[in-house]
């Protein structure tokens, strides 16, 4: 394997519910954690070349809350909030996730965190509530988000290390 395809985001859907999305980064679990749960790094990080995140508020301990707001050039936002359901540092964390435009439609999102040789591959697996949450999901251009996100974190990850 090289390193292109090592370091490469993978999206795959296991299941009619699920989708598994695994991205290898160089740096230790720690950064990739922080990087993940700490909002003045969420702000470097959680964008895309169209949209800005406005808003970006963490509350991380079980029972506690999250919400980012998005706002595309034209000014429009897209929020996403959640409420988290465990948090075990530097390893794992179980959220709920929803886009606030369609409630009723959250996802549990399971993050894992798994060190090998000071880098980490971290694995998000998104169980919804239905095919059609999953599917809508999937036709929402969320792949092409999410490649871009997690470009950019480890852009940021590599300020960081």
Known sequence: MTETERFATTLATPSDQEIVITRTFNAPPRLVFEAWTRPEHVQHWYRTRDMTLVICQIDLRPGGAYRY?????????????GVYREVVPYTKLVYTDGFEGMPGHEAVVTLTFEEDNGKTTLMSR???????????????????GTRELL??????LQTLV
């Open 69 to 81: 707001v998005l706002q595309d050039t034209s000014g429009q936002e897209y929020a996403f909030s």
């Open 126 to 144: 998104s169980l919804y509530q239905s095919e059609e949450d999953r599917n809508a999901h999937l036709n929402s251009g969320m792949e092409q």
């Open 151 to 156: 470009s950019r974190l480890e852009e940021l």
